[in-house]
């Protein structure tokens, strides 16, 4: 019973942590499924409109923009994934003894400066930023710039998306400012339980809404994650009002994005090779907090 309690508790925890990447994908895949419905079929929603705009060409420039950001939101998300930034097959050369490094109690071994122990991951990961809990795996070193490109197409693909929804918004509430047409902006899933919408009013409102509050939630984090780039930090030493390793903002773009930072944003296939190993960093301010 026990053995099967557990097992069974393994299974529910695992699920768990893969559960927000079911989640997303399916949100990303339906809004781009809406979107694209919108620019074939809907578009314009205004009929006086409908002769003279959204040509074939027209069409396909929007789709074409659609399938790119799509593409890239799915690829970085897949190499993010893919590529552990954990110490796992990391030749740790050092002795234990250099500046900064310390001793990992759980891993048994020496693990370098900006290195962390991450108990969701059950390892130590290198320069660790931080557990995302939407993909279930660290953002470190050497996935850092899949997880900034991933954020980036997220961002400008939740701004086009709500663009495009703004329609739905206008075309709900040009029929009138009613309770009924709030509601369903406001409580879509309860106006549909309720009976009160068409599942097409629903689908409709859900997605502009998700749009709405994904596009507030991506730009907190992507912002935040730029401002953290620009300063050479990650999110624990901005944490800890520390700032030891900037090396001024093309340095920092470059260490943190690769040799060819001005370009690897805008596919996950253009090589950018890290300068660094992971383990050594120039330290060109205090190490102590400084506040
Ligand atoms: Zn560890
Ligand atoms: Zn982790």
């Known amino acids: 019973m026990t053995g099967f309690t557990s097992t069974l508790l393994r299974r529910a925890e695992r699920v768990c942590q893969h559960l927000p990447v079911f989640l997303n994908t399916f949100l990303v895949f ?77 891993c048994e071994t020496h693990t370098p400066p900006r290195c962390s122990h991450c108990f969701d991951c059950k390892v130590c990961v290198l320069r660790r930023d931080h557990h995302c809990v939407f993909f279930g795996q660290c953002v470190g070193y050497s996935n850092y710039r899949y997880f900034l ?62 749009c709405v509050v994904g596009f507030l939630l991506v730009s907190a984090f992507f912002f935040f994650h730029l401002f953290l ?17 900037n090396l001024g903002v093309f340095g920092n773009l470059r260490h943190m994005l690769g040799l060819r930072w001005y370009l690897c944003w805008l596919s996950p296939l253009i090589p950018s090779p890290l300068p660094g190993d992971g383990m050594n960093f120039e330290v ?7 506040k």
């Open 30 to 106: 339906s809004i781009t499924g809406e979107v694209s419905y919108l620019v074939l079929v809907e578009a314009p929603l205004e009929a006086e409109q409908k002769a003279a705009e959204w040509s074939v060409w027209w069409k396909t420039v929007h789709l074409l923009a659609q399938f790119f950001m799509l593409g890239n939101i799915c690829w970085n998300a897949l190499l993010f994934l893919k590529t552990n930034p954990s110490v796992k097959g990391v030749f740790l050369g050092g002795d234990g003894l250099g500046q900064g490094w310390r001793y990992c109690y759980t």
């Open 229 to 245: 780039l620009f300063r050479g930090q990650t999110t624990r030493e901005w944490f800890s009002s520390r700032r030891p390793y």
């Open 284 to 290: 060109t301010g205090p190490l102590e907090p400084t």
């Open 149 to 210: 490109s991933c954020l980036l197409f997220m961002w400008s693909g939740l701004l086009y998306a709500m663009v495009m929804n703004a329609e739905v918004f206008i075309v709900i509430l040009k029929e009138g400012v009613t309770l009924h047409s709030i509601l369903l902006l406001l409580i879509p899933w309860i106006m549909l339980v309720s009976g009160q919408v068409s599942a097409r009013a629903f689908a409709f409102a859900f997605i502009a809404d998700t």
